[in-house]
């Protein structure tokens, strides 16, 4: 069975390169979130930002020759290892030219190394973060638009210093991306000489937080950093934190700003702050603007990096005059960073009229992408605080 | 001064979280010690009888809530209660003569009993997601807190804050009335004799002419409605998800089996120390021990036995020891 799955797989590669070869008529590209588990609520929207590049390229007919891009959606269920590698197996066999994805770090992990590397596919991941991640051998196949957590832990910490926080206390979701984000956090705090009285982990998916948060409380500390899910055990922390009246305030990291937290939490959580990737570049406007016509939240976490992911498949096909992963690879950082003409959201069109000409481009895209190092986003933030109910904006940094 | 605001502490990160929790582990280990006295198999589909009986009572909570009935500070959910409970029972019911009832008349030994209890387990897991769904749902209203941590800091001039929350209370107190119910039917009533007469010997209880079905109708209404009160309870103070109700039959079979299978008083005592030992060893005593210390004791670290990670270890180290050194519990239950 194992062996006719194989080869079945294989055959569909091939038939799929062989189809790039012929200059396909269709392109398919794997979008591979968790719709399921921890972080399914940012998961539509960030499939949506995708699928948006994908229908504006369509639309152009210019990609090689007017080629239709048609986005196949996969789940990972954030944190399923078995579940993602299945699914991103299923992605290959169904014949898909690019994997965007995955999002949680540790299945992206478990996905680069089981689907990507034998299969020689290339993935974008929107919303993998850990810091692991950098160093993990990809064979050149991975690449993300959002910074890695160690940029995270150096802005949290200049934050927390800018706003008289000496002290915190520190608790993590028990994964690759809670762990990473937490000794960010920890190595930076203390490198600008802020104490870190605890860093405990929670487990997701528990009813019951009161020896976490006693133990929380017990080491004190200005405020409660939670290196967690705004969905999961880090709403249950933070709801046992202010019913007991240990923490005030909060700092939260990217995976835990989204609308549902100051909804489920209440005014409670005023005067809470955090950051999240994100970039004040005209064309995080543009983007917002965009995605409000086609009907969803273009502000949500992960969504404008989603679509850089999808566009930068894309206009790296067509840099290449291929859908082959081992052909286009090599043309992702060049079509994302300068020297070119500047693209922005909307512009795909006139992207791809310039890269068919023989012409270089510099895509900016909804988050300033600038891929440093190994393929990863240099990583701007936006400065939130929650304030009557709401994530408002402060600044970018 | 420094002493009270050390006591405070531990009571707000301690003593009541351990009480709530304990008393709900409680009112649940008395349900599966209960079947297993009477009818003499671990049911492992209880934690899944509280999510049903939960679920009921959420139904009914919203049902009220659109109707405009409010139960003012007290949240709605015990107003719809006793109809949780009804629903439950008559599922309950309806397993025992569908399922159950099958087997006892064939004299299954325990452990295929163990196994169909299984079975219902996974039906019942799937009945409850499949008209509530697997999500969290929310249910709890009226007054939050009975007082609230800074509102106690303002009144006592304390550096330390006590936060108690109106479910907390709640549960407590509905947790002795049921406890202090259920003895007195054990104990007084002629019913509540014939039952525990039926779990100490089922011939002699048969000779003296008890029926046996009767006995076994009024234990599954019982344990219904036990799970029901457990399964609202601990929806009201944490949140109502399916999947948490599943994980709860590991401590919840911890501590009946920690103080006696079998023995109601044994599945209390069992509650508690299962409740409070996940929470004291894995406090961390740094706070409590700067305050009634004098400064030159005053320990600089945490002061924490085991980290948090592991507190659900904590729990099953009890359970081991206390199989290995008395295995009928430490109230004498039965032996597993």
Known sequence: MKKLLMATAAAALTAGTAFAGGHAKEVKLGVLFGFTGPIESLAPAMGDGAELAMAEVTKSGKLLDSATVTPVRADTGCIDNGLAVANGEKLIAEGANGIIGGDCSGVTGAILQNVAIPNGMVMISPSATSPGLSTMEDNGLFFRTSPSDAREGQVMAEILKERGINSIALTYTNNDYGKGLADAIKTSFEGVGGEVTIVTAHEDGKGDYSAEVGALASAGGDILVVAGYLDQGGLGII????????????????????????????????????????????GAEIFAEMAKEAGFDGTSAYAPESYDAAALFMLAMQASNSTNPADYVSKILDVANAPGEPINPGELGKALEILAAGGEIDYQGATGVELIGPGESAGSYREIEVKGGKNETLRFR | MDLLNALVALTNFVVIPGLAYGSQLALGALGVTLIYGILRFSNFAHGDTMAFGAMVTILFTWAFQSMGISFGVLPTALLALPFGIAGTILLALLTDRTVYRFYREQKAKPVIFVMVSLGVMFMMNGLVRFIIGPGDQRFADGERFIIKARTFKQMTGLNEGLAIKTTQGITVITAIIVVAVLFWFLNKTRTGKSMRAYSDNEDLALLSGINPERVVMYTWMIVAALATIAGVLYGLDKSFKPFTYFQLLLPIFASAIVGGLGNPLGAIAGGFIIAFSEVTITYAWKKVLNYSLPDSLAPDGLVQLLSTDYKFAVSFAILIVVLLFKPTGLFKGKAV
Do not use: E, R, Y
């Open chain 1, 239 to 282: 709801q046992g934190a202010l019913d007991s009246g240990a923490f005030d305030t909060f700092g939260l990291p990217g995976g835990m700003i989204g609308d549902t937290l100051p909804a489920n939490v209440g005014p409670d959580l005023d005067g809470s702050f955090g950051q999240i990737a994100g970039s004040d570049s005209k």
